[in-house]
C-alpha cells in the first residue's frame, strides 16, 4: 500500500471518528459540501490529525483548500509534505 493510500485509508477512519458519514466515500469524494460535508472547524480538525500523525503542517489559509478537494488529492498531499519532512529529517 502507498503512503497516499495509507493517508486516505487514515483520512476516512478520521472522518467515521468525527461521526461523519463516509460508508462510499472513495479518492474521488469531496471533503466540502458536495462530498462528506465538512465545516471549516472540521477540516482544522482533520489537519490537526494529519500533523498529529504524519508530522506535516498546514497554513491557516489552506483550511479553505481543503474544503474543494477531493479526499484522493488531500491524502496526496499529504503524502507529499510528509516524504519532505523525512528528507528534511534524515542524517546527512
Do not use: K
Not at 463516509?22 to 458536495?34: N, Q
Amino acid at each position: 500500500m502507498s503512503t497516499a493510500e495509507q493517508i486516505m485509508a487514515f483520512t476516512i477512519t478520521s472522518l467515521e471518528e468525527m461521526n461523519f458519514q463516509v460508508h462510499s466515500a472513495d479518492s474521488e469524494t469531496m471533503l466540502g459540501p458536495s462530498g462528506v460535508d465538512l465545516d471549516s472547524l472540521a477540516v482544522a480538525e482533520l489537519l490537526a490529525r494529519f500533523e498529529d500523525n504524519f508530522g506535516v503542517t498546514f497554513l491557516e489559509d489552506e483550511v479553505e483548500q481543503m474544503a474543494i478537494m477531493t479526499i484522493g488529492e488531500v491524502a496526496e498531499m499529504v503524502a507529499q509534505r510528509a516524504a519532505q519532512v523525512q528528507l528534511e529529517g534524515a542524517p546527512g
